[in-house]
């Protein structure tokens, strides 16, 4: 998708967020979210992989399989 589209999910209900150029679908995962809704609410349609990068390694993206939406470009 288009950084213009990811642009678009960016509400606590609609929550999309791009690390490493593919775009999750946090939505649900939000409320499940170890460190609270509101880090991944406030990267809602943006890129968040700074900051992920920081707090996170590679793998936690593993998980995240089913919430993928697809690649950015």
């Avoid at 995962?29 to 390694?57: C, L, Q, R, S």
Wanted: hydrophobic share 40%.
């Amino acid at each position: 998708i288009s950084l213009s589209e990811l642009q678009r999910h960016n509400r606590p209900n609609d929550c999309w967020v791009a690390i490493h150029s593919v775009v999750y679908d946090l939505t649900d995962f939000a409320v499940e979210h170890p460190a609270g809704k509101d880090p991944i609410h406030m990267y809602a349609g943006k890129d968040a992989t700074d900051v992920f990068d920081i707090i996170h390694n590679q793998r936690v993206l593993e998980s995240f399989g089913n919430e993928r939406v697809c690649v950015l470009i």
